[in-house]
């Protein structure tokens, strides 16, 4: 499938999340296979524009992830025009524009979800960027603001007519935030609407919701919170596609996943990978070997809590690492927890 003259190989997306989807770990995802495309997390406009460091960072990505989309988040035509710009001149595949994030603080600039109340204004953010890129623009939208705006299927057509490439919908209203379950019925709807590709994302938790979704008419699925539990999910879905069993997973490839997360994690902030767009790396200061750490530590922090959900011993796994100070703790506590599991004898006969 294609996304404007995007060519995708796989319709399986790794959907843009705030602090989780970084370079590393698209990297790594994709890596396992089954993933057509990869959506940075949510980059301020204002940031992009102005070229402050630490928001160039979130724009990083290498070569291996192509096609690779930036996510930008903003509510003036002009300024998303113009980091539209920026994030072309940075050789990115795919520039997405943010309209879901319920978050107060990002939705009362103007941006995030508040722009799905005005359609007109959201339609002309979308017009200004088409005119000023030749990369595709598309929009990650929500079902609505909340039950009395459902206007999604309203906002699709106008960002289509807009110049919009593709179009992602999260089957949830702002207000839901994450309670309840997506409505994949507004989204199939939306996809039989519009010309244009239609991805559907929310509640993808296992690869067999992945495959049933695929049905429902979309072009493609973005998989949030299920590629944080499992990162082989995409590829496990292609698997099932294709009439195959679902690969396993052992609990030594687990591990690995998060022992090779941290390792990228030092290394990119060493700027030591091949491909790596230095652009940003080179303008930011470097971080102090503690505050690195402290980086890494937290990042594991982060990704753990979604990692081990469900796990026999989970939530004590978390607790440390929740608890430990170093990489090389983080590190002794992966290897005892997924390295040293006594594996489950199955059922006794
Ligand atoms: C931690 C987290 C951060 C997120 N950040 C973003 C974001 O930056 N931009 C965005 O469009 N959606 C963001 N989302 C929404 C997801 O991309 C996705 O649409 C939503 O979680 C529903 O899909 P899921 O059930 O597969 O997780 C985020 C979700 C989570 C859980």
């Known amino acids: 499938m294609k996304i404007g003259n995007i060519e995708l190989d796989s319709p399986f997306v790794v959907s843009p999340m705030a602090g989780m989807t970084d370079t590393a770990f698209r990297r790594l995802v994709k890596r396992q296979g089954g993933c057509g495309l990869v959506v940075s997390e949510m980059v301020s406009s204002e940031g992009l524009v102005r070229g402050i460091d630490r928001t160039l960072e979130y724009a990083e990505y290498t070569e291996e992830e192509r096609p690779v989309s930036i996510q930008i988040f903003g509510g003036e ?50 017009a200004a960027m088409t005119k000023a890129v030749k990369i595709p623009v598309t929009v990650k939208m929500r079902k609505g603001w909340d039950d009395g705006e459902v206007n999604a299927p309203e906002l699709a057509k106008r960002v289509e007519a807009a110049g919009a490439a593709a179009i992602a919908v999260h089957g949830r209203t702002a207000k839901q935030s994450y309670s309840g379950f997506a409505d994949w019925d507004v989204v199939a709807g939306i996809a039989r609407s519009v010309s244009i590709p239609v991805f559907g994302s929310g509640d993808c938790i296992e690869p067999e919701d992945i495959v049933t979704r695929m049905r429902s008419g979309v072009s493609g699925v973005f998989v949030g919170r299920g590629v944080l539990r499992n990162p082989w999910i995409l590829a496990q879905a292609r698997d099932l596609m294709a009439g195959r069993p679902a690969r396993q997973i052992t609990d030594e490839e687990r591990g690995q996943f998060l022992l090779d997360y941290m390792e990228l994690l030092l290394a990119d902030e060493k700027g030591e990978q091949d491909g790596f767009r230095h652009l940003v790396l080179q303008a930011s200061s470097p971080r102090p070997q503690a505050s690195k750490e402290r980086w890494v530590v937290n990042k594991l922090r982060a990704l753990c809590t979604w990692y081990t959900k469900g796990f026999d011993g989970g939530a004590q796994f978390r607790i440390g690492v929740n608890e430990a100070k170093s990489v090389a703790e983080v590190e002794t506590l992966i290897e005892d927890f997924f390295f040293s599991r006594i594996p489950d004898p199955g059922p006794r006969s």
């Open 77 to 126: 035509p002009a300024k998303m025009a113009e980091a539209a710009r920026v994030v072309e001149a940075m050789g990115a595949n795919i520039v997405d524009v943010n309209m879901g994030c319920p978050v107060p603080k990002i939705a009362r600039h103007n941006a995030g979800c508040s722009l799905m109340r005005e359609p007109q204004h959201a339609a002309e953010i979308i």
